[in-house]
């Protein structure tokens, strides 16, 4: 069975500080897709970005960073320079082929003060 | 390009009544997976649609049924409701060709008193 894990509840950070978000996942699958989605107030679950499970190159996409590794089951989100408006619920999820569904996890509360 | 849509946005029912949430994809989409989100929680998958059929369901009860129409929009019907089916109930549209890349809509907030 396919797991998410979220170790982090609620960060609080003040602007322009970096902070990273933990995702580590479970599965037996060779082939998946992991994700980060954000979530605002509003609800609307919005893609920040997918990594299959063959393609372990971190990227960097202006103020966001993401660590992918394989030998840890993990896929960490960095925020570089917060800001305000990054205040939002961010989800890290694992798609596998056979099941076209996400697994979720519980989600981390990001708090960016002024 | 109309995204996902949903409606109701808020809806209050009453314990052992039924409900339905309705859904349209993403214009060019023809698959449509509803999840529901308790409080505090992260999404959990209830079902998928492809081709009018379901496709994929998760650990859901029979009180969960849903149905997707020739145009591939989608009704998730929840009968005999009880106070834990209070959730945020988002529907996600993708293609056939690639079940991976779910757009999500902006969801439907159903209070059970």
């Known amino acids: 069975a396919q797991k998410v894990t979220q170790a982090q509840t609620e960060i609080s950070v003040v602007e322009k500080e970096d902070v990273t978000l933990d995702c580590v996942y479970e599965?037996?699958?060779?082939?998946?897709?992991l994700f980060w989605y954000k979530q605002p107030p509003s609800g609307e679950l919005v893609f920040l970005i997918r990594?299959?499970?063959?393609?372990?190159q971190n990227e960097i996409s202006g103020r966001y960073s993401w660590n992918f590794q394989k030998s840890t089951s993990s896929f960490n989100f960095t925020i570089t320079a917060s800001q305000v408006v990054d205040s939002a619920v961010y989800f890290c999820?694992?798609?596998?082929?056979?099941?076209?569904?996400?697994?979720f996890g519980k989600g981390t509360m990001l708090l960016v003060s002024p | 390009d109309a995204g996902v849509t949903q409606s109701p946005t808020h809806l209050i029912k009453t314990r052992g009544q039924q409900v339905t949430l309705r859904c349209s994809p993403k214009s060019g989409h023809d698959t449509v997976s509803w999840y529901q989100q308790a409080l505090g929680q992260g999404p959990q998958f209830i079902f998928q649609y492809y081709e009018e059929e379901e496709r994929q369901r998760g650990n859901f009860p029979d009180r969960f049924s849903g149905h997707q129409f020739p145009n591939y929009s989608s009704e998730l019907n929840v009968n005999a409701l009880l106070l834990g089916d209070s959730a945020l109930y988002l529907c996600?549209?993708?293609?056939?060709?690639?079940?991976?890349?779910?757009?999500f809509g902006p969801g439907t907030r159903l209070t059970v008193t």
């Open positions: 599965t037996r699958d060779t082939t998946y897709y």
């Open positions: 990594r299959n499970s063959f393609d372990e």
């Open positions: 996600a549209s993708s293609s056939g060709a690639v079940f991976y890349e779910q757009y």
């Open positions: 999820a694992l798609y596998l082929s056979g099941y076209s569904t996400l697994t």
